[in-house]
């Protein structure tokens, strides 16, 4: 009886070691601002990417002011110049700009980089990435000093 047992446990390892074996692991796509030559993580929203056999998708449940929450608030300057850098080559980059009365305002996003407003203040930015295979959207806030 024992060796049936055995023989049974031999047949499963086996089986479970012969499994579909894996062609690498996704990484999601960071996407940093870079002020001042300091790059900063910014905090990821809503994110969707599909390949042959592979499919993910986190939609945020948090809104943009929570997520600005996570992400260390920066310092700047009125008209200084950031760079956004995102992993993987996206085909394109878009900017929102959000205020404390919660209207925004489109950003132009020129070479990877945004002007910062002129007047004082606190602002969220949430930018929108795409690339053939999916969107993301990543959230990050200054204060204009």
Known sequence: M?????LMLIVIILTGCNGIPVRGTFIQPEGK?????????MTIGDFEWK????EVSNIST????????EFTTLEGSGDGKLEIEIDQNPTSIDANQWNTD???TTIEVKGNKITLPS???YYIYEV?????QGKATYIFDIDIL
Not at 2 to 6: D, E, G, N, R, T
Not at 51 to 54: Q, S, T, V
Not at 62 to 69: I, N, P, Q
């Open 102 to 104: 919660f209207t925004s």
């Open 2 to 6: 024992i060796k049936v047992y055995l």
């Open 119 to 121: 007047e004082k203040g």
């Open 128 to 132: 929108i990435v795409e690339w053939p």
């Open 62 to 69: 948090t809104d943009k002011y929570e997520l600005a929450g």
């Open 51 to 54: 390949e042959r056999d592979f």
């Open 33 to 41: 601002v870079i002020l001042e030559n300091n790059d900063y993580s």
